[in-house]
């Protein structure tokens, strides 16, 4: 510690300034806004969602989307399951507002009824395996050790295998007849690995706070300490995985039936695979069908995307 | 802004004929944010000469690395400097262009950064990054550099300097990272080195012997320092000339015991009268929960003069101190204090016996683990309605003590006993019941809430887990906590990250007490705050104590907070424990070379402060009310726990643990 306070200073003679008083007012230590409203974190998200365009659009799309899948008819007068040969391969116009098929059908109402089939899939396998990851990730984070190093090791199998060709082999090895909900579950099995990895990621972090330790000292178990404190500060990166995972799982189904493996309902994928062989004269009817695909998957991703901004704990304020 | 009026402006030439090393005038920096511009640093003016020392105080958001920061050009890339002028060596180097400021950097400019864990890369041996520094300044290269930067460690206090430069940085301590950081920020001899909170992340004694070598060192080589400090005790030790800012602005400059002794502005008044390290006394509550410092207890007359000890120990009266057990133990002895000791007649709520935590160690293959010993064959009182703190550098173990008394951890050995039951074999209904009476406080502020929880969720929580009351009640109980904690009942409907840090923290003490327990473990509670907000949260738990009769268990790395707050200290080294007895005791009359050590390590301890005399005077006029408090008032006021009959107040004879 320097005792000598002897200055080894060139200082001129070294003058003591005060500022003004009225120049910088003291403030109450440690004031607070009392007057905003008050703001959750899901509330702040929210007021962030409605003001980025990526979400607007997005959410328009979706919606829209939704719509379709609901109500498709109203949108078409055409039966997308029958096939008039005597309009064959039309081009656009005529009644037909995107033309016709080889075999007649009117392409438009394809799309449209195709909607369904993509959606509900992928709804569903978002679904179910957000329900398997978040089960088994949270699991593992929060029990840890030898649980954990299980149900990782699990984890990492099923993560190794490629989610279509697995798709492949169960539909092969299933009899025909598939329901929508049995594609979604085949997509799902093999589908929740990065839900699992987030989930288990998140609670790790979570579970580590001073929050759930404080939790645990008012008296809280563990399990109480699961569901109220750890799962719902791990949630956030969950949901933008589920977003972006249902868009993966809209291009897996279609990818399956454009390969002959679906349950023989309308789908942009079987009928980008029905446009294939009139590609050179019409490849209209296979632009079409990937148009829809890629909107919505776009959307999804996009919808991810912008949730993904809204709940980054950087962007908020602390 | 402040350009006219500062007085300082008309001697402008004066001090560049003299030939200051740095001259700031009327610095404006604004930040471009996502909400508007704002204003971080306005209208500062300030000088640095050849081999002076000068130290920059401040709170955090003052602007006071902002302002250093801009000087080497090192603003984060939205922040710009909108008006005043920099000059270095006489040379404006406000709006020069990027190049020659570079050629400034290392070479005339040193820069020592604040957190040392972060700023050496982990990927290169320490030695090269200091080639590096020594060639990117053109002092030397290949074989010459590597020699050099052995001379530079050596220089800079590492012992073994040849094989440390070989070594990775996390092989390094946090104080030896430091000593390579600053012998980097010194590797070009720089004429003026810019030091941002060189010692914030280190433990005291580090800090001590780091900033004892960097003064040495620059005093030699008269290179002169910029300290940027949150300690104002720090920055009155290092420092010939101290600047303090507040909101942006310089509020208050000059010599340092000038300031320190005769400050003029309300806020360097306000800074000093709170920062820990030249406080010195036992706060005391008053009935209306003002605090006062212990010395007003001296006045009131009620146990004698020998209390004032607790004073500083520089005017030796330290003996006195030793003179008697019962008066060194004044402020425990306190007779409001100890109010709720009466009602049961044990005075020891919790008592730690021979606790020893063992941790395994992941050893060389994973297999074989090597047990640590974190906590070892540690015991001690913690009496009824008093403080006792236990206080140890990083890595001594205090925390883990703090767990094993919440029951967070089950000990390896040995005994936790509250009120003579050993917690380690409750269970169910008991164990709930402990949690009701036993509550933690933790560090830091910002992981203690629950973001997704509002404020009357927060507090509410332990009600509704306990089944405590219906509806109307739990929230007429928070209500009543949050006004306990001085908050506006309005901030229930508020979430956690819209709150300060401080707030924060007082949130966390209304939870604690939600459940109305008798001990409060405080770990590390106000370490993460900022000194003014230290100093609030310190007087609110010190008058929630003489309000409700609280024990507390206070964790902490400051001694300097220790002596404001506990009646008993333990001191921990490795896992042991070194020392223990009454805080005055442990402060004026240490027994184990690391406690004075320690002690001697309290930054701003040796400096001779107008502050006692400052405060006796204060306690002249106020000695009736300080008199009422400590006296028959207090029975009244606590109506939830009425002094019994029991005449014999267990605490006034309670010299030692």
Redesign the interface.
């Known amino acids: 510690?320097?005792?000598d306070?002897s200055?080894?200073?060139?200082?001129?003679a070294?003058?003591?300034?005060?500022?003004?008083?009225d120049?910088?007012p003291?403030?109450e230590?440690?004031a607070?806004d009392?007057t905003?409203a008050?703001?959750?974190?899901w509330g702040?998200a929210a007021h962030n969602l409605i003001r980025n365009p990526v979400f607007v659009v997005s959410a328009l799309l979706i919606l829209l989307l939704l719509f379709i899948a609901a109500f498709p008819g109203l949108f078409t007068d055409f039966d997308p399951t029958k096939g008039d040969l005597g309009v064959s391969n039309q081009k656009p116009g005529d009644g037909h507002l995107l033309g016709t098929t080889v075999q007649g059908y009117d392409v438009w109402a394809r799309i449209l009824y195709g909607t369904r089939t993509s959606l509900s899939v992928g709804f569903f396998a978002m679904v179910i395996s957000t329900v398997i990851g978040v089960v088994i990730g949270a699991f593992a984070g929060y029990v840890g050790g030898w649980i954990d190093e299980v149900l990782s090791r699990v984890t990492e199998i099923f993560f190794a295998l490629p989610l279509v060709l697995g798709a492949i082999v169960a539909f092969t090895a299933l009899s025909s007849g598939v329901s929508t909900f049995t594609i979604a579950l085949i997509l799902a099995v093999f589908g929740w690995t990065n839900i699992a990895r987030i989930t288990r990621g998140a609670v790790l972090s979570v579970k580590s706070?001073?929050?759930v330790?404080?939790?645990?000292?008012?008296?809280?178990g563990k399990l109480?300490n699961l569901a109220k404190?750890v799962l719902?500060?791990a949630i956030a990166p969950v949901i933008v995985t589920a977003t972006v995972n249902l868009g993966v799982f809209i291009v897996a189904q279609a990818t399956l039936s454009y390969l002959g493996l679906g349950n023989g309902s309308i789908s942009w994928g079987s009928d980008i695979s029905d446009a294939q062989p009139a590609l050179r004269n019409n490849p209209m009817m296979l632009f079409y069908p990937s148009v829809a695909l890629a909107i919505c998957v776009l959307s999804f991703i996009m919808l991810g995307d912008a949730v993904r901004d809204a709940l980054d704990p950087k962007a908020?304020?602390? | 802004?402040?350009a006219t009026?500062?007085?300082?402006t008309g001697?402008q030439p004066?001090?560049a004929e003299?030939?200051?090393l740095l001259e700031i005038r009327d610095l404006d920096i604004t930040f471009s944010t996502g909400s508007g511009p704002v204003h971080a640093v306005r209208g500062a003016?300030l000088?640095v000469?050849?081999?002076?020392t000068v130290a920059i105080v401040g709170e955090s958001g003052s602007g006071k690395s902002t302002t250093a920061m801009s000087i080497a050009r090192l603003l984060p890339s939205n922040g710009k400097v909108t008006g005043g002028s920099i000059r270095f060596d006489g040379k404006d180097i406000t709006s020069v262009p990027l190049g020659q400021i570079r050629a400034l950097r290392g070479s005339e400019i040193g820069l020592v950064p604040q957190d040392p864990m972060s700023n050496l890369n982990p990927l290169w041996k320490v030695g090269s990054q200091i080639d590096e520094a020594l060639a990117a300044n053109g002092v030397a290269k290949g074989a010459a550099a590597t020699k050099r930067t052995v001379e530079l460690l050596e220089e800079a206090g590492l012992p073994d300097a040849e094989r440390r430069a070989g070594q990775y940085p996390h092989e390094f301590s946090g104080g030896m990272r430091q000593r390579a950081l600053i012998a980097m920020g010194l590797a070009a001899r720089p004429r003026l080195l810019i030091a941002d909170e060189p010692t914030s992340a280190l433990d005291v004694t580090v800090q001590?012997q780091i900033l004892?070598h960097l003064?040495t060192l620059t005093?030699e080589l008269g290179v002169a320092v910029l300290l940027i400090t949150h300690d104002l005790g720090l920055a009155a030790?290092?420092a010939?000339?101290l600047v303090v800012m507040?909101?942006g602005?310089?509020?208050?400059?000059?010599?340092?015991?000038?300031?320190l002794q005769?400050p003029?502005?309300?806020?360097t008044k306000?800074l000093i009268a709170a920062a820990p390290s030249l406080a010195s006394r036992r706060l005391v509550s008053t009935k209306n929960g003002e605090a006062q410092d212990a010395t007003e207890q001296a006045a009131s007359g009620a146990t004698g003069g020998s209390v004032a000890v607790s004073g500083r120990a520089t005017d030796g009266d330290a003996p006195a101190g030793g003179a008697g057990p019962a008066s060194g133990a004044g402020p425990a002895g306190d007779a409001g204090r100890g109010a709720d000791a009466q009602r049961t007649r044990e005075d020891t709520v919790i008592s730690v016996q021979n606790l020893t935590k063992v941790f395994p160690l992941r050893g060389k293959v994973p297999w074989r683990t090597t047990p640590f010993t974190a906590v070892d064959d540690v015991s001690f009182d913690l009496r009824r309605g008093t403080t006792t703190a236990i206080v140890g550098e990083s890595g001594s173990g205090k925390s883990t003590v703090a767990q094993m008394v919440?029951r967070?951890l089950e000990p390896t050995s040995g005994r936790v006993l509250f009120e003579g039951q050993d917690i380690a074999g409750m269970k169910g209904k008991e164990?709930?019941a402990l949690?009701?009476r036993?509550?933690?406080i933790?560090?830091?502020p910002?992981?203690?809430?629950?973001?997704?929880y509002?404020i009357f969720r927060t507090i509410e929580?332990?009600l509704r887990?306990?089944g405590i009351g219906d509806a109307s009640s739990r929230e007429a109980k928070v209500r009543d906590l949050l006004d306990k904690v001085a908050?506006?009942a309005?901030?229930m409907?508020?979430?956690p990250?819209?709150?300060?840090g401080?707030?924060r923290q007082r949130i966390?003490i209304a939870?604690a007490l939600a459940?109305d327990p008798e001990v409060v473990v405080c770990d590390e509670a106000v370490s993460a705050l900022d000194v003014?907000?230290q100093d609030?949260v310190l007087h609110l738990l010190n008058d929630l104590q003489s309000e409700l009769g609280l024990s507390y268990l206070f964790i902490t790395h400051d001694l300097a907070v220790v002596r404001q707050i506990a009646d008993h200290t333990v001191v921990m080294e490795k896992g042991r424990v070194v020392e223990h007895g009454s805080t005055d005791e442990v402060f004026h009359d240490p027994q184990q070379e690391y406690t004075k050590r320690l002690l001697?390590a309290i930054p701003g301890?040796?400096i001779p402060l107008a502050g006692a005399e400052t405060i006796e005077v204060d306690v002249d006029t106020d000695v009736p009310e300080a008199d009422g408090a400590r006296g028959d008032d207090r029975e009244g006021t606590d109506g939830h726990h009425p002094l019994g009959g029991d005449p014999e107040d267990p605490f006034s004879g309670a010299g030692h643990v």
Do not use: C, W
């Not at chain 1, 200055?7 to 001129?12: A, E, S």
């Not at chain 2, 009026?5 to 300082?8: C, D, G, I, Q």
């Not at chain 2, 000469?49 to 002076?52: T, V």
């Not at chain 2, 602005?249 to 300031?259: F, N």
């Open positions: 510690m320097r005792s306070h200055p080894r200073t060139l200082r001129p070294d003058e003591h300034f005060v500022a003004p008083l120049e910088t003291l403030r230590v440690d607070v009392t905003a008050p703001r959750s974190m702040e706070q001073d929050f330790t404080a939790s645990t000292a008012l008296g809280a109480t404190h719902p500060n908020r304020k602390r | 802004m402040s009026t500062a007085p300082r001697d004066a001090s003299a030939g200051a003016n000088e000469y050849p081999g002076e001590q004892d003064d005093a030790e290092r010939q000339h507040y909101k602005q310089i509020v208050e400059s000059g010599p340092a015991l000038q300031i005769d003029q502005h309300p806020y306000r919440l967070l164990m709930m949690r009701r036993v509550q933690p933790f560090q830091n910002y992981g203690t809430l629950d973001p997704m509002s929580e332990p887990l306990h908050l506006p309005s901030m409907r508020r979430y990250n819209e709150l300060s401080g707030q966390a939870r459940l003014l907000v609030q001697a301890g040796s």
